[in-house]
């Protein structure tokens, strides 16, 4: 009876619609790092997908006074044009990549309320002591230019929720330069919410608390969670009224202004590309095309007559990846338009997004999203669907032979996909070896969960917590989550299969099963994630100025496979409150 569950393990995914006909090289390993050889977005995160980071400076090799940091804008200057209307007005903009926008200061008292020290002290060379400083405070909030600094605000354009949108680019955004560090890195330093730029529309440029706790929790959750991500150094918040409608009601409220200074290694999207094609800017495109090549993916010989089809090829493999890590963990984007997906594909732009609580394929964490294209479980589409806008905007660049490769390659998207979710659903089940019935196993448990609406992160979490015994016996004392599941109807029937597999595992003893399935080394089942009823706990208090709450779900959440006092008597690991049944989260932000 259980036979027809075979494709509902991608149930999750949405998968059913592809036509997989093509399947590029793919790593057996599930660690993050395993699929990332010879690929830059990954290889940009390799030394910052640890829990403890890898970085072994001494203390005295940080920097304690900022006038000792230094950023650069002379290579993107140097190699990309820039704007020619050198002034911050809104406008059509042509002919370029970037243009220079000075930041606008917020306006004071401002104040420190949160800083990641693995970014501050690990990325930046600066010893988390600087932060406390005066200096920081201008430098972080747009309020001062870092020595070097040129700020830009990058060109872009993008489809949003499936419509040709034109020009946006960085409306509220601005880069500060590149720093490279002592363990040979580059980041791109940039401020979000420090101000209007020719991209603006009809925005006033800023960022509010609200939305910049998330994204400054949220960017640091899914560095510690193992999934390619931007970085997040610190949140500043001041006095500023900014006037926000949140759910497009004609409710018009005043909220405070609020910067996060954030890194990646490029900031360079989909829609990146596409304004140019769009716009007939070949020679243009090219450039960049070569300088995004060069710069992030350096295994691509750049006199290579093909080297724009193993771009492609690159960003569909690890689109692909990147997709199925967020599956792994629950993680719904909420507003994957093009403008949103980074050529090295990390995790960037984090808006009305959401954690899934009880296990849902059509969870919707953007209230704005109505039609819920954006769902989690359209997601393994959608991405499909921005890797197509990709392969028209390289149309120009490509020949006729190789724009038919192109479209053979993206049919192997599907492929590549879901052989990932099954090894990482296998990963959080403990299953090792090959096994024809495993996919009946990992979707005959998705089914269950979906129709008893149990915990998804919980429910991962407490079969690797749980012994072969506990199963056996159906003891599930203080384990809510394995409890719910347990009421279905053919959960004995689930059980008996899985503890069967199980059994056949040579040289596993069940401690050691236990161990891999929670591992922090392993990336599978965390026992905290940043569910949206934290975050907006922790946003409640921060509009009335305790940030003590974001302060601790930083602490947690950057040790997330680690069972932690603190957050077991905040309630973190426990059933969600009924409250957050009733949250909504949209775009304004």
Known sequence: MWSTCTALVFALVAASSFTPAYVLELCQNISPECHSDHNTASNSQSSSHTVKSKWTLNASSLMHDLNQFRVSCKKLLEALPIDKVDANFVRTVKNCIFSKSIPTPLKGPLRLTAASKDVIEGILDLDASVTRSGDFLHYASGGRLLPGSVPLAHRYGGHQFGYWAGQLGDGRAHFLGQYSNKKGEVWELQLKGSGKTPYSRSGDGRAVIRSSVREFLCSEAMHFLGV???????????????????????????????????????????????????????????????????????????????????????????????????????????????????????????????????????????????????????????????????????????????????????????????????????????????????????????????????????????????????????????????????????????????????????????????????????????????RNWMAESAIRKAERNDFSEVELLHHILSSPFVTQETAEEAGYAARPPQWARRLKVSCSS
């Open 228 to 530: 390619p991500t931007s970085r997040a150094a610190s949140l500043i918040v001041s006095e500023e009224p900014v006037l926000r409608d949140q759910f497009y009601n004609g409710n018009v409220k005043a909220e405070r202004g609020a910067v996060v200074l954030r890194l990646a290694k490029s900031w360079f999207r989909i829609g990146s590309l596409e304004i140019l094609s769009q716009s007939g800017e070949i020679n243009l495109l090219r450039k960049l095309l070569n300088f995004v090549i060069d710069e992030h993916f350096p295994f691509i010989n750049p006199d290579n007559p093909e080297k724009y089809l193993v771009f492609f090829s690159t960003v569909v493999n690890e689109t692909a990846h990147l997709i199925a890590q967020w599956m792994s963990v629950g993680f719904a984007h909420g507003v994957c338009n093009t403008d949103n997906f980074s050529l090295l594909s990390i995790t960037i732009d984090y808006g009305p997004f959401g954690f899934m609580e009880s296990y849902n394929p059509n969870f919707i964490p953007n209230t704005s999203d109505d039609e819920g294209r954006y769902s989690i479980g359209a997601q393994a589409n959608v991405g499909l669907f921005n890797l197509e806008k990709l392969l028209v905007a390289l149309i120009p660049v490509l020949t006729q032979t190789q724009q038919k490769q192109a479209k053979i390659i993206l049919k192997g998207y599907a492929n590549i996909y879901q052989m990932r979710v099954h090894q990482i659903f296998k990963a959080k089940l403990g299953l090792l070896g090959e096994d024809e019935d495993d996919n009946d196993l990992i979707a005959f448990l998705l089914k269950m969960m979906e129709d008893t609406e149990s915990d998804f992160t919980m429910t991962f979490r407490e079969l690797s917590e749980v012994s072969a015994k506990q199963l056996l016996n159906k003891n599930f004392t203080q384990m809510w989550a394995l409890d719910d599941l347990s009421h279905h109807k053919h959960f004995s029937d689930w059980l008996n299969k899985y503890l069967f597999r199980l059994s056949r595992q040579q040289d596993d003893s069940d401690l050691d099963r236990q161990h891999r399935m929670k591992s922090k080394s392993n990336y599978v089942n965390p026992r905290y994630v940043l």
